[in-house]
């Protein structure tokens, strides 16, 4: 790590260091290969010289070693032994490499959707078919680890001993047992039909190994097996080879069974000699054969004088005594030679099993991919869980955190999510502890189990394909890099914001408020306007009421709360942890919360007086201006837009599609008018005197203009921060058109570029139940939303006083391309 920051640019240090925590390999690995330059070529790099830069692998997912703690992928952060994080969750595989692959795919999920519906093909077929899913379950217990097995074949010591011959005979044991359980794998799965349970039970026939079968089968005892304790698998060494292969080897075996004999004798004669019925012997690698007796059967009476090396464990008296001993040294000896005549045959077996490996490293890849698909299909038994899609657009109905469903599974409350370029940015706000930040952990978290071939906790989802995942969440303080919590969370954003593009997701929790009120919300809106621009999927949690009304003009920008119920009469609180659309309503729930916790009323009644005075004066400010009329008749232009083609393309019938424009048609003339009239009313109240304005660019730069009152309401800036003027909506005369007609064609032109946003409505999700028929990018409106309103400002509305005869469906259907070529501009 020093290396890197001492030779990385400056401007990317910080970056290259967040990207590369927690990958110890890796750097050093990089580390080494400076090094060895400095070292053999005798060159240095001056410092801040390189360009230093991580590199994921092709084809997987991004995310960095913050994500993967702050959202708990690998291990729990409160309890680091407990199951509860993903990992956990998802981990019911039977072998070490199935776990091994799992875990590996959760740090590095695909990006790949062939690849993705062939494991989510394995995984339906798996979960329907009860004889073949316990089949596989049960043919998977007979494997260990063989990754392991294989590296210990083709490590080869500097110096040969009596230790790793020993070793040479337990894997060759070990590798018979392996191939045995092979062939059960292919049966379990007879009758498969998915691309990929097909290629795992070719890989796993018995043609593929049968070539080291037979020379396992022509050195090797039929008898030979592994055993789990120690003195059974020390035999199984002693008789490993075939008798008849090596006649020493056939007489120093015949030594050390009649040693071992022998020391069973001599126990028997000490039992019986000293009355010790319940005298066990016992066998330990390293000290041999002793005695066990238990301590309760002793009483007072004195022990046997033979005794030695007297030991109490537990409840038990363990000892021996010289006559063991010297038969344990007779064992010892004879055992030795059992070895090194064992160990020539063992090593040629051996060598030509590493010529025929490679199909074993097959088979390895494929009992892996089968543990892990059948952990899969596990959860789809055990929980209601729904096969993901990938398409453009996400979509998810009824969906679940995934290890709080695991924790609270008869509590949990499911959520609903859409997100599409129209509605990228989703601002979440709502009260503490309203479930904001389950909200959009639970949403990251999906996408992982999405993009790893599992099946997802809801009753419909449908997913992008996610290049980056990002997520800042977290408030620890960086005490091993020397940096306060506030340090750290810049430092995290500004990693977020050097590699976010437009595939990626982000989650940010309260950004800003490991500083001050002001500074934090400043910071804030530019983390905002820099991710908009990179037209990621964010979604932002925050207390700042102010963001959602500053962002509101951006394009793709959408305000979210979480729901609850407020009755401070009562001193009660209820979280509903529902979602719905708009900015949170609710007033001082930090001050209710407070009061129901048991803060004194004196500073109760002091914070209430304190907050309605700042929020009165701030609430003048923003009704009064002209700037928040104009923003709110742009976005309802735009919602208009985007309301009539999804009716384009709907499935709805003549009739229900007539009543649905009806009352789109009816609200946007009432809301239109409604802000009309406040303009009428400002305008009869204002002088015609000029006035001199002072207006901000998003850049910080500040001009003065002198603006003609009634000619412009106010000024907005585009994207790249030039300001745009909006024309007003003031009624001029005929002659006043003429004059002021090239400069009007001018600002219309510009007008047209303007930036709007679709806050007040969850994008169309109003009314909408996903299915396969009617989910997809251009299609999200149902028969069941002519029922519901128009959705305009995400309410449900009721027009008794409508006639369905004063206006025409069909003009208002042939606007829609009109429309499309504005918001082709915006």
């Known amino acids: 790590m020093d290396y890197i920051s001492r030779l990385s640019f400056k401007s990317e240090a910080e970056s290259v260091q967040v990207a590369i925590s927690g990958k110890f390999y890796a750097i050093s690995a990089a580390a080494a290969v400076i090094k060895h330059i400095e070292l053999q070529y005798n060159i240095g790099f001056v410092g801040h010289s390189l360009r230093v830069r991580y590199q994921s692998s092709e084809g997987a997912m991004v995310i960095d070693f913050s994500t993967v703690q702050n959202l708990e992928l690998i291990q729990n952060l409160r309890n680091p032994k407990s199951g509860d994080c993903l990992f956990g969750l998802l981990n019911n595989t039977v072998t070490p490499m199935g776990g091994r692959l799992l875990r590996s795919s959760i740090l590095q999920p695909l990006t790949d959707t062939s690849i993705l519906d062939d494991r989510l093909d394995a995984v339906e077929e798996l979960a329907t078919s009860e004889e073949m899913f316990f089949g596989t379950k049960k043919a998977l217990q007979g494997f260990g680890d063989m990754n392991r097995l294989l590296t210990s074949l083709i490590t080869v010591p500097a110096n040969s001993s009596l230790k790793f011959s020993e070793k040479s005979i337990n894997d060759v044991i070990l590798l018979k047992k392996e191939l045995a359980s092979i062939t059960p794998i292919h049966e379990a799965l007879v009758g498969c039909s998915s691309k990929l349970l097909l290629a795992v039970r070719s890989l796993c026939s018995f043609e593929k190994v049968q070539v080291l079968q037979g020379f396992i089968d022509e050195a090797i005892s039929p008898d030979a097996v592994w055993a789990s304790t120690p003195v059974d698998l020390r035999h199984q060494r002693c008789y490993a080879v075939k008798s008849g292969v090596n006649g020493l080897l056939d007489v120093a075996r015949q030594t050390y069974k009649e040693a071992t004999e022998d020391l069973h004798v001599l126990f028997q004669e000490i039992a019986r000699e000293y009355n010790l019925p319940t005298l066990e012997i016992k066998?330990?690698?390293?000290?041999?054969?002793?005695?066990?007796?238990?301590?309760?059967?002793?009483?007072?009476?004195?022990?046997?004088?033979?005794?030695?090396?007297?030991?109490?464990?537990?409840?038990?008296?363990?000892?021996?005594?010289?006559?063991?001993?010297?038969?344990?040294?007779?064992?010892?000896?004879?055992?030795?030679?059992?070895?090194?005549?064992?160990?020539?045959?063992?090593?040629?077996?051996?060598?030509?099993?590493?010529?025929?490996?490679?199909?074993?490293?097959?088979?390895?890849?494929?009992?892996?991919?089968?543990?892990?698909?059948?952990?899969?299909?596990?959860?789809?038994?055990?929980?209601?869980?729904?096969?993901?899609?990938?398409?453009?657009?996400?979509?998810?109905?009824?969906?679940?955190?995934?290890?709080?469903?695991?924790?609270?599974?008869?509590?949990?409350?499911?959520?609903?999510?859409?997100?599409?370029?129209?509605?990228?940015?989703?601002?979440?706000?709502?009260?503490?502890?309203?479930?904001?930040?389950?909200?959009?952990?639970?949403?990251?978290?999906?996408?992982?189990?999405?993009?790893?071939?599992?099946?997802?906790?809801?009753?419909?989802?449908?997913?992008?394909?996610?290049?980056?995942?990002?997520?800042?969440?977290?408030?620890?303080?960086?005490?091993?890099?020397?940096?306060?919590?506030?340090?750290?969370?810049?430092?995290?954003?500004?990693?977020?914001?050097?590699?976010?593009?437009?595939?990626?997701?982000?989650?940010?929790?309260e950004l800003g408020r490991g500083t001050c009120t002001r500074d934090g919300l400043a910071i804030a809106i530019a983390v905002c306007e820099a991710l908009i621009e990179k037209r990621a999927f964010v979604w932002f949690a925050t207390h700042f009421r102010e963001l959602g009304a500053v962002l509101s003009r951006r394009a793709g920008v959408i305000s979210l709360h979480m729901q609850v119920e407020m009755r401070p009469d009562q001193n009660l609180t209820s979280m509903l942890y529902k979602i719905a659309d708009g900015p949170a309503t609710e007033k001082h729930y930090g001050i209710n919360l407070a009061k129901i916790i048991g803060l004194p009323s004196t500073i109760i009644t002091r914070a209430s007086e304190v907050s309605n005075t700042i929020a009165q004066n701030a609430e003048l400010k923003r009704m009064t201006s002209k700037g928040y009329r104009k923003s709110e008749r742009q976005r309802l232009i735009l919602q208009l837009v985007e309301h009539l083609q999804q009716a384009r393309s709907s499935k709805m019938t003549n009739m229900a599609l007539k009543a649905w424009l009806g009352r789109l048609q009816a609200e946007f003339v009432e809301t239109m008018g409604n802000l009309k009239d406040a303009d009428d009313e400002s305008e009869s109240s204002e002088s015609e005197d000029d006035e001199t304005t002072t207006v901000t660019t998003t850049e910080g730069q500040s001009r003065e203009s002198h603006i003609r009152s009634g000619d412009v309401d106010a000024m907005d800036t585009s994207s790249d921060g030039t300001p745009i003027l909006m024309p007003s909506e003031q009624e001029d005369s005929g002659e006043e058109e003429e004059e002021e007609g090239e400069e009007g064609e001018e600002t219309t032109e510009k007008t047209e570029t303007m930036e709007t946003s679709n806050t007040g409505s969850h994008s169309g999700w109003s009314g909408f139940t996903p299915t396969n028929s009617h989910l997809n990018s251009q299609s999200y409106i149902s028969e069941d939303t002519a029922g519901s309103g128009s959705g305009i400002q995400g309410d449900e509305m009721e027009y008794t006083e409508y006639e369905p005869n004063t206006y025409n469906s069909e003009d208002l259907l042939e606007g829609i391309e009109e429309l499309s070529d504005v918001e082709d501009q915006i």
């Open 283 to 509: 066998y330990d690698a390293q000290r041999g054969y002793y005695l066990r007796l238990p301590i309760a059967d002793i009483e007072d009476a004195p022990l046997p004088p033979i005794f030695v090396n007297i030991m109490r464990k537990k409840k038990f008296m363990e000892c021996t005594t010289l006559d063991i001993m010297k038969r344990n040294a007779r064992i010892g000896d004879a055992m030795t030679e059992v070895l090194l005549m064992s160990d020539r045959t063992i090593q040629d077996l051996i060598d030509a099993i590493r010529g025929e490996m490679f199909a074993l490293y097959k088979v390895c890849e494929g009992v892996a991919m089968l543990d892990m698909i059948s952990s899969f299909a596990t959860l789809v038994t055990l929980y209601e869980y729904t096969r993901p899609e990938f398409k453009d657009t996400l979509a998810i109905k009824d969906g679940r955190h995934p290890i709080r469903e695991k924790i609270h599974k008869e509590k949990l409350i499911p959520n609903d999510f859409f997100a599409s370029q129209q509605t990228r940015f989703q601002i979440i706000t709502g009260c503490n502890m309203s479930g904001k930040s389950t909200y959009i952990r639970q949403i990251a978290l999906m996408t992982i189990m999405a993009q790893i071939g599992s099946y997802v906790p809801a009753s419909y989802g449908c997913f992008p394909i996610t290049t980056h995942l990002f997520a800042r969440v977290s408030m620890d303080d960086g005490i091993e890099a020397n940096v306060s919590t506030f340090a750290a969370e810049m430092r995290e954003t500004a990693f977020i914001l050097k590699n976010a593009t437009e595939g990626s997701m982000v989650i940010m929790d």
